[in-house]
């Protein structure tokens, strides 16, 4: 679906559980990439090492994020906006629950247009403050991804207050 026909709501950033996602690519020749989804309301990052770019990793990956979140994820993820990009081509995959269903709403950027996804863009160049271009995520432990998404999300933001993403996204999800 393409991103004109996504609900004014999302792009507004007044509601909860609206994501971005791509991928941040490691060193050339390398497989192993970031998943990055950013929650647009809360700026909330998740961020995963995949072994590679594949558009069923990508899916698999989604899978175990709904597992991971059961049936609070449809609460959660609302919906996807994402690029072009061959990663993200099994439309199908992306929307289909692993519980039978639709788990989400997948929205398409126009091609070559990233600042349709920019939260999204604008975080990755913090993940690039913590591991540049060139980092070869094969070497990359999983617990430092982890720690580099923490310190994101811990970072104070002055759209908040100087509160940060984290307690931002707490607060939200508690309302649910």
């Known amino acids: 679906t393409s991103i004109e026909q996504r609900p004014a709501e ?18 050339q020749r390398t497989k192993n ?8 309301l809360t700026r ?3 961020v995963m090492k995949m072994p ?18 059961g049936k609070r994820f449809c609460k959660l993820f609302k919906s996807i906006t994402i690029d072009n990009g ?15 269903g639709k788990r989400t709403s997948v929205y398409y950027c126009h091609p070559y247009t990233s600042c349709e996804r920019g939260s999204n863009e604008r975080i990755n160049r913090d993940i690039r403050r913590i591991f540049p ?4 995520f094969s070497k990359v432990s999983d617990k430092r991804v982890q720690g580099m998404a923490q310190w994101v999300n811990a970072y104070p933001r002055e759209i ?5 993403s984290a307690e931002a ?8």
């Open 10 to 27: 999302i792009a507004a950033r007044d509601t909860f559980g609206h994501w971005e996602m791509d991928c941040v690519v490691g060193k």
């Open 133 to 136: 271009k060139g980092t070869d």
């Open 33 to 40: 990439v970031l998943l990055v989804l950013t929650e647009r």
């Open 160 to 164: 908040f207050g100087f509160g940060t």
């Open 44 to 46: 909330y990052e998740i």
């Open 86 to 100: 061959s990663e993200f081509a099994d439309f199908a995959g992306l929307e289909k629950s692993v519980y039978g």
């Open 169 to 176: 996204f707490a607060t939200a999800v508690a309302s649910l």
């Open 52 to 69: 590679n770019r594949k558009a069923a990793t990508v899916v698999e990956y989604l899978d175990k994020l709904e597992r991971k979140h």
